[in-house]
């Protein structure tokens, strides 16, 4: 009831956040008819793709419903036994702990985490990694060259930046990177540093893809962002048509977090069958190619590689924090609403 009462006190602010991002018309929802319903915190254009083939795949219809994962995470859990969702398709790690704590989703077996690199598994087998991504910071290299040489994401803390830091509060990826914060820094520290971070009039945007944007026109210095989305816009436009640089922190600091999108199937499922299907798919050769090649995410099996140019995840230097920490996403949220960062 803890997790239920935080999550869903804090949906309104989510929600908001999440219609802005989509536009007047909202989400995208295909869930009805469905047969196995998806509820997906990666956004449509990320992964409609491979979602489209889970139809085929599986051999049932799929429908799918689009928000933000803490968003999805609050709808399932105040719907509860009622919620029409199979499965959950999260943008973090947090958003999938914080329903496994609650109880909400079925144990996957061991099968199934065994196929995928130590450490992007949930130990008691309630969820799955599909894909790894690092945050990174974005800078423009004109206006915060020096971003280069960070080693932690505390130097963005410094008042030459005031106003000139973008950042996405609605994002799930935020969100898990505010509670790697809280596991780094205990409760006083991190609330600390989001009210320092506060102070420094960091700059509103709905998402990361508009985050990068920024960076890129120079309306912002510095982004708080995931990796991916530069090495996709590079991989769209050209490196010489991209201001914006981004700088892997290669530190254990929270800002190196190495996260994952992944999936859970919901407690009380009728098409657990079917479930296990679509999570098999997604962590097929297959599918991981799609998530080297398409999103330009890190894949989470030995033996896939990618068309972009990333720096290898075994190399990277990454915070020490352990994903299946980042299950508070409840006391993350009314951290953020406290401290005025929603």
């Given at each position: 009831?803890?997790?239920?009462?935080?999550?869903?006190?804090?949906?309104?602010?989510?929600?908001?956040?999440?219609?802005?991002?989509?536009?007047?018309?909202?989400?995208?929802?295909?869930?009805?008819?469905a047969d196995l319903v998806i509820y997906s915190g990666r956004s449509e254009s990320l992964v409609q793709g491979v979602l489209d083939d889970l139809t085929t795949e599986t051999g049932v219809k799929v429908g799918v419903r689009y928000a933000g994962s803490s968003e999805l995470a609050a709808q399932l859990l105040e719907e509860g036994d009622a919620t029409k969702a199979d499965l959950f398709f999260s943008q973090d790690a947090g958003a999938l702990g914080a329903l496994g704590k609650a109880g909400r989703l079925e144990a996957l077996g061991p099968s199934v985490a065994d196929q995928v690199i130590?450490?992007?598994?949930?130990?008691?087998?309630?969820?799955?990694g599909t894909s790894a991504r690092a945050r990174v910071i974005a800078y423009h290299p004109q206006q915060a060259p020096e971003a280069e040489q960070m080693t932690s994401v505390d130097e963005i803390l410094d008042p030459t930046y005031k106003g000139k830091i973008g950042y996405a509060p609605g994002n799930a990826s935020f969100h898990s990177f505010v509670t790697a914060l809280r596991v780094a820094k205990g409760e006083d520290g991190a609330r600390d540093w989001l009210t320092r971070f506060k102070a420094n009039e960091p700059r509103k945007y709905d998402n990361n893809v508009l985050v990068l944007d920024g960076v890129d026109k120079g309306e912002v210095a510095l982004g708080l962002i995931n990796h991916y989305y530069w090495y996709e816009r590079v991989a769209e436009k050209g490196a010489e048509a991209v201001t914006a640089r981004i700088h892997f922190l290669d530190a254990d600091d929270p800002g190196a977090l190495i996260n994952v999108a992944g999936v859970g199937i919901i407690k009380g499922t009728?098409?657990?069958?079917?479930?296990?299907?679509?999570?098999?798919?997604?962590?097929?050769?297959?599918?991981?190619?799609?998530?080297?090649?398409e999103t330009a995410e890190y894949p989470v099996i030995e033996g896939v590689t990618s068309m972009h140019d990333l720096p290898p995840l075994a190399e990277l230097e990454k915070s020490s924090i352990d994903l299946n920490e980042l299950?508070?996403?409840?006391?993350?949220?009314?951290m953020l609403n406290e401290v005025g960062l929603t």
């Open positions: 009831m803890h997790v239920r009462r935080f999550l869903t006190a804090s949906l309104a602010a989510i929600a908001v956040l999440g219609a802005a991002a989509c536009g007047d018309e909202g989400p995208t929802d295909t869930t009805e008819g130590d450490g992007f598994a949930d130990p008691n087998g309630l969820w799955v009728d098409q657990k069958e079917a479930a296990l299907k679509a999570v098999d798919y997604l962590l097929s050769e297959k599918a991981q190619q799609y998530f080297a090649d299950d508070s996403l409840e006391t993350t949220l009314a």
